[in-house]
């Protein structure tokens, strides 16, 4: 059921938004705007079959570590 309820939303919002970044001629938004979709969608999908996905927070904590030197 929760399957179903992402796809509804994501059918729901892509069509209006790709529409008005048609009408406006955004090409770069259109594309930056697609790309975020398909992650957003992909990782939904993924949440609503139960997978573990795994947190970035460490990783990006890491990263600002070894940046900064801290």
Same mark, same amino acid.
Request: cysteine-free; charged content about 15%.
């Given at each position: 059921?929760?399957?179903? /309820?992402?796809? /509804?939303?994501?059918? +729901?919002?892509?069509? +209006?938004?790709?529409?008005?970044? +048609? ?24 949440? /609503? ?17 070894? +940046?900064?030197?801290?």
């Amino acid at each position: 059921m929760s399957i179903l /309820a992402v796809l /509804a939303i994501y059918l +729901i919002i892509a069509p +209006i938004e790709i529409v008005s970044l +048609i009408k406006t001629n955004k090409r770069k938004e259109l594309v930056l705007f697609s790309f975020i979709m398909l992650i957003a969608f992909t990782l939904s999908v993924l949440i /609503a079959f139960d997978v573990k996905i795994p947190s970035i927070n460490r990783m990006v904590g890491d990263l600002v570590t070894s +940046i900064t030197g801290e």
